[in-house]
């Protein structure tokens, strides 16, 4: 039994592993929000299992906790109480901007010096990885010695190795060994793009090419969070669809999907620890055996929910699944409301294919129906709002029992065909929200309508620089108003993050060597422009090396010898002119 003072709450948990510390090196895992939240993330669940897989290891997590920060309690990690500055590396995975507001007060709470060149090696040595972070390191780079930028699987067992041997070693000679780890960012010998000059380093981001070898499934149960005792199981990562506005779309290129052998496998694993079966993937739907694998899956009793889903085309045999499992909502996402709009960021669902997803819903009796769309996508007009309401009065004809949208603010993001695009004005995003919600309620929808106010605040973080560190230690209390009175006070302004940018200068995201080329989204760019739909990844991404992501090795693996690099789309110039979209 743990002595921890969080034992009531452990005690509720499976799966939790307990080590003694003697001889082994300790690791905080940290998830920078509460304990709720950070439990239903497939990747705490995936780094806890694997560290404490290693017999020299000792992992325990720690979570945002603002009520004992606030009566001034120190950070305490879950599974034995200790404080931070007890373990040797504190690892931080960061799934949400927003979220970086918490890295601080967590640092704060644990009596850190929060920056990076203020913490020698008597500190724990800093670390950070997860999407948060991976295309856009830079605001929250001050604060850590190192960040792995991508998908960090196989990058896991070399710095465990040099935890071991290096741990207790002079902090420059730690960070010059972490230096020299492809993928791995250590900003203190890494200048900002902007001031360093041609040839420029970059950071190549991760990706692994065999996702069976590390098991993406749940090691741990609790009902104490938002998918209770689900058994979560990462079936595909990746999306080849190519929505512009879309960074999982980006970040995770190639699309990789398990085998259905392997799934059914964790499912038969899972089945043993709860009958809930989460799919997660960028695209669940888009699994090329998802019928074989929903059918299996409903035939060994589980019940079915899944994290996303496409309807050109629906899987039949997947909703009747999720129906029989017991799923309460079908949840969908036009994300525009015209097909003009669509067609902009690249959205291929129709409204008929659409409407066809929401006749089966009604059809199957699933009781509550749910629309997710964004707002102040690039082009967006009056109009595409109006499209946007009369295809939820068609849904609404169609579907009789509840029914629910969202209508979140679009974030221009890094290293996505948009990344140079202007975001919407919160005043025009507010009349918008209030145009939907008005005609939402004679339609009896409920609306669930994100702050355009703190989504700007979003869209500074997405697309910022080292210069917002200091913003976020000069915050008196979190509010939309102090934010930005932080911002003036250290001299910058909101529309340098959040109007257009050159496409031909240098953003502070290029330190990051996404793999897709810049070329590539400038095409795609040119192709919004005209409201064109831009290419999709083939099947299993076999001869594809249009965006860049793929190697040759890897886009011609199913081929006898590996062929000169040819392209599959015309040529993109670097030196064509874009239309600045507004």
Same mark, same amino acid.
């Given at each position: 039994?743990?002595? /921890?003072?969080?034992?009531?709450?452990?005690?509720?948990?499976?799966?939790?592993?307990?080590?003694?510390?003697?001889?082994?090196?300790?690791?905080?895992?940290?998830? @920078?929000?509460?304990?709720? *939240?950070?439990?239903?993330?497939?990747?705490?669940?995936?780094?806890?299992?694997?560290?404490?897989?290693? @017999?020299? *290891?000792?992992?325990?997590?720690?979570?945002?906790?603002?009520?004992?920060?606030?009566?001034?309690?120190?950070? !305490?990690?879950?599974?034995?109480?200790?404080?931070?500055?007890?373990?040797?590396?504190?690892?931080?995975?960061?799934?949400?901007?927003? %979220?970086?507001?918490? +890295?601080?007060?967590?640092?704060?709470?644990?009596?850190?010096?929060?920056?990076?060149?203020?913490?020698?090696?008597?500190?724990?040595? !800093?670390?950070?990885?997860?999407?948060?972070?991976?295309?856009?390191?830079? @605001? !929250?780079? &001050?604060?850590?010695?190192?960040?792995?930028?991508?998908?960090?699987?196989?990058?896991?067992?070399?710095?465990?190795?040099?935890?071991? $041997?290096?741990?207790?070693?002079?902090?420059?000679?730690?960070?010059?060994?972490? %230096?020299?780890?492809?993928?791995?960012?250590?900003?203190?010998?890494?200048?900002?793009?902007?001031?360093?000059?041609?040839?420029?380093?970059?950071? $190549?981001?991760?990706?692994?090419?065999?996702?069976?070898?590390?098991?993406?499934?749940? /090691?741990?149960?609790? #009902?104490?969070? =938002?998918?209770?005792?689900?058994?979560?199981?990462?079936?595909?990562?990746?999306?080849?669809?190519?929505?512009?506005?879309?960074?999982?779309?980006?970040?995770?290129?190639?699309?990789?999907?398990?085998?259905?052998?392997?799934?059914?496998?964790?499912?038969?694993?899972?089945?043993?620890?709860?009958?809930?079966?989460?799919?997660?993937?960028?695209? +669940?739907?888009?699994?090329?055996?998802?019928?074989?694998?929903?059918?299996?899956?409903?035939?060994?009793?589980?019940?079915?929910?899944?994290?996303?889903?496409?309807?050109?085309?629906? /899987?039949? #045999?997947?909703?009747?699944?999720?129906?029989?499992?017991?799923?309460?909502?079908?949840?969908?996402?036009? =994300?525009?409301?015209?097909?003009?709009?669509?067609?902009?960021?690249?959205?291929?669902?129709?409204?008929?294919?659409?409407?066809?997803?929401?006749?089966?819903?009604?059809?199957?009796?699933? @009781?509550?129906?749910?629309?997710?769309?964004?707002?102040?996508?690039?082009?967006?007009?009056?109009? %595409?709002?109006?499209?946007?309401?009369?295809?939820?009065?068609?849904?609404?004809?169609?579907?009789?029992?509840?029914?629910?949208?969202?209508?979140?603010?679009? *974030?221009?993001?890094?290293?996505?065909?948009?990344?140079?695009?202007?975001?919407?004005?919160?005043?025009?995003?507010?009349?918008?929200?209030?145009?939907?919600?008005?005609?939402?309620?004679?339609?009896?929808?409920?609306?669930?309508?994100?702050?355009?106010?703190?989504?700007?605040?979003?869209?500074?973080?997405?697309?910022?620089?080292?210069?917002?560190?200091?913003?976020?230690?000069?915050?008196?209390?979190?509010?939309?108003?102090?934010?930005?009175?932080?911002?003036?006070?250290?001299?910058?302004?909101?529309?340098?993050?959040?109007?257009?940018?050159?496409?031909?200068? *240098? #953003?502070?995201?290029?330190?990051?060597?996404?793999?897709?080329?810049?070329?590539?989204?400038?095409?795609?760019?040119?192709?919004?422009?005209?409201?064109?739909?831009?290419?999709?990844?083939?099947?299993?991404?076999?001869?594809?090396?249009?965006?860049?992501?793929?190697?040759?090795?890897?886009?011609?693996?199913?081929?006898?010898? +590996?062929?000169?690099?040819? #392209?599959?789309?015309? &040529?993109?110039?670097?030196?064509?002119?874009?239309?600045?979209?507004?």
């Amino acid at each position: 039994m743990s002595r /921890s003072p969080f034992a009531a709450l452990l005690s509720r948990e499976t799966g939790t592993v307990y080590k003694d510390w003697g001889g082994r090196l300790p690791v905080a895992l940290a998830f @920078p929000n509460t304990y709720y *939240v950070g439990m239903s993330s497939l990747a705490l669940q995936i780094l806890y299992r694997r560290l404490n897989a290693y @017999p020299d *290891v000792v992992c325990e997590r720690v979570f945002w906790d603002k009520a004992a920060a606030a009566a001034g309690k120190p950070l !305490l990690s879950l599974e034995s109480g200790r404080r931070m500055d007890e373990f040797a590396v504190w690892a931080f995975t960061i799934s949400f901007e927003m %979220d970086y507001f918490h +890295v601080v007060a967590m640092l704060r709470q644990a009596g850190f010096p929060p920056l990076a060149r203020d913490r020698d090696e008597t500190w724990p040595l !800093l670390i950070a990885g997860g999407p948060g972070v991976t295309m856009n390191p830079e @605001p !929250l780079a &001050p604060f850590f010695d190192a960040i792995v930028i991508g998908e960090g699987e196989e990058v896991l067992d070399t710095l465990v190795a040099l935890w071991r $041997e290096a741990i207790a070693a002079p902090r420059a000679e730690l960070l010059a060994a972490l %230096d020299r780890i492809p993928g791995v960012y250590v900003p203190a010998l890494v200048p900002p793009i902007a001031e360093q000059t041609p040839p420029r380093r970059r950071i $190549e981001r991760l990706w692994v090419r065999d996702l069976e070898r590390y098991p993406p499934v749940s /090691s741990l149960y609790t #009902p104490e969070t =938002e998918f209770g005792e689900m058994h979560l199981i990462e079936i595909a990562r990746g999306c080849g669809r190519g929505c512009r506005f879309c960074l999982a779309g980006y970040v995770y290129r190639p699309p990789r999907e398990q085998p259905l052998e392997r799934l059914l496998e964790w499912a038969e694993e899972g089945l043993r620890h709860s009958r809930r079966i989460g799919l997660v993937s960028a695209a +669940v739907s888009d699994h090329t055996q998802i019928d074989e694998l929903a059918t299996a899956l409903a035939e060994r009793g589980a019940a079915i929910s899944v994290s996303s889903m496409r309807v050109d085309p629906i /899987s039949v #045999p997947l909703l009747k699944a999720m129906r029989a499992g017991g799923t309460q909502t079908l949840t969908i996402a036009p =994300e525009a409301g015209s097909q003009r709009l669509r067609d902009v960021i690249s959205k291929t669902q129709s409204e008929a294919q659409l409407l066809q997803a929401v006749a089966w819903a009604q059809n199957l009796g699933f @009781p509550q129906l749910k629309f997710y769309f964004m707002i102040g996508h690039p082009t967006e007009t009056q109009e %595409d709002i109006e499209a946007l309401v009369a295809f939820v009065a068609k849904a609404r004809s169609i579907f009789k029992r509840r029914m629910a949208i969202n209508a979140t603010p679009f *974030v221009p993001k890094a290293h996505t065909p948009f990344q140079w695009m202007a975001m919407t004005d919160e005043k025009t995003l507010q009349q918008r929200q209030a145009y939907i919600q008005k005609h939402m309620g004679r339609l009896q929808v409920a609306v669930r309508a994100d702050s355009p106010a703190w989504m700007a605040i979003q869209g500074v973080l997405a697309r910022g620089d080292r210069r917002l560190a200091t913003v976020l230690l000069d915050l008196p209390q979190l509010s939309v108003a102090a934010f930005w009175e932080a911002m003036a006070r250290h001299g910058l302004a909101r529309e340098e993050f959040l109007g257009a940018r050159d496409p031909m200068e *240098v #953003p502070p995201w290029a330190i990051v060597a996404s793999g897709v080329s810049d070329a590539f989204f400038r095409y795609e760019w040119r192709l919004a422009a005209r409201a064109q739909v831009g290419p999709h990844c083939p099947p299993d991404s076999a001869g594809c090396l249009t965006c860049g992501a793929c190697d040759e090795a890897w886009a011609f693996r199913f081929q006898e010898g +590996v062929p000169s690099r040819r #392209p599959t789309a015309p &040529p993109v110039s670097a030196a064509t002119p874009i239309p600045l979209l507004v």
